[in-house]
């Protein structure tokens, strides 16, 4: 029986909102198209926008608020958040809806970022990673019912309804931070320009590799199942809104799989043995996707190591960051977005040469190898640090 942490779940309804707000957009595309009478990739590019606030976002809202408690400044994201994607419904023309739609990406990365600190602080001895986890399982449950939803709800109604129900929860989730999350004290007494200082080693650099470039495997094989699966596999459409929740019912386990590894093994050695898992994954993906039945297995068991990583990382960054825990773990999730845009972009290339629907999973498998890389990088370094400090001890 899982037991709930009350004062977790307002950062796990702010995990549902956000996640809801970046990936909604994917679904009601045609409809926004639609009604604007702009093409497609304009109506794509609002996904672009996001992403970049996103990016944006994440160390400058850190650094503006940085005086500010943790949970101050999480009410305010919230309350930011929920004000953009009301303007963003009510946007009457594309250029404001462009503008809108950045400053809706502008609180993501802090808030996950300052969350995961805020969520490990308040968790026991030895069960911070998966405290973290029940965080981000509002952005799996997102995957599953609140995306569909709303893409429902934008095709049979108007996409601008579900960008004001996105709204709605991020005032709810304003109001139950108010109430229900615990104040923590600052993690950080210096100022944000010594905080900056943690990025002058390379700990940080290499968590960030990960990140940007391990976790890009992927979104190598998610940005491309939709062809993958009916072209390959041989399913239809219409059944994609099907497997897509597959996908993401293998995200929410993974997801608290990982934060459970982690605080039993380490974040490093679950981050390391995950990375390894997802190479095998992609390469099995690639060489059994003609088959129904194995596809859609394999894509459960995908979806559960990609998520499954995510815990056990952003723990990584806030041990590897002491005294700078707020701004590291905000930009490593201003780095996954980094993850996605290669992991999208590379997978792509091999399908535009001619090789096909399966060559995106060796992309991905070629990314996560590099993350393993780093992993390893990461494990010599500390081995190093410690059998210098036992020598040290002997001296």
Known sequence: MIKINKSLIPLTLGGFSLGMAEFMMMGVLPDVSKSLDISIPSAGHLISAYALGVVIGAPLMVGLFSKLSPKKVLIGLMLTFALFNALFAISPNYNILL?????????????????????????????????????????????????????????????????????????????????????????????????????????????????????????????????????????????????????GLGMALGNFIGGRLADKFSPL???????????????????????????????????????????????????????????????LQATANFGNAIGAFLGGLPIALGYGYTSPEYVGAALAFIGVGFCCILMMRHFSSRKLAFQQTVR
């Open 99 to 247: 503008i809108s739609r950045v400053f809706c990406g502008l609180p993501h990365g802090a808030f996950f970022g300052i969350g995961a600190v805020v969520a490990s602080k308040l968790a026991e001895p030895g069960k911070e990673a998966r405290a973290i986890s029940m965080m981000f399982a509002g952005l799996t449950i997102a995957n599953i019912f609140g995306v569909p939803l709303g893409t429902y709800i934008g095709h049979n109604f108007s996409w601008r309804i579900s960008f004001f129900i996105v709204a709605v929860f991020g005032l709810t989730t304003s109001l139950m931070t108010k109430l229900w999350l615990p104040a923590t004290e600052h993690s950080n007494q210096d100022s944000f320009k010594s905080s900056l200082k943690v990025f002058t080693t390379i700990n940080p650099w290499l968590i960030i590799g990960i990140s940007a470039i391990g976790t890009g495997g992927m979104f190598a094989w998610i940005s491309y199942i939709a062809p993958l699966m009916t072209e390959v596999a041989g399913y239809g459409k219409n059944k994609i809104t099907f497997i897509m929740i597959i996908a």
């Open 269 to 331: 050695k679950t981050t390391t043995l995950l990375l390894s898992a997802m190479i095998i994954s992609l390469l099995i993906i690639a060489g059994i996707s003609q088959y129904k039945t194995p596809a859609i297995i394999m894509t459960f068991i995908t979806g559960a190591i990609a998520f499954a990583v995510i815990s056990p990382m952003q723990m990584l960054m806030i041990n590897a960051a002491k005294g700078s825990e707020m701004i590291a773990s905000a930009v």
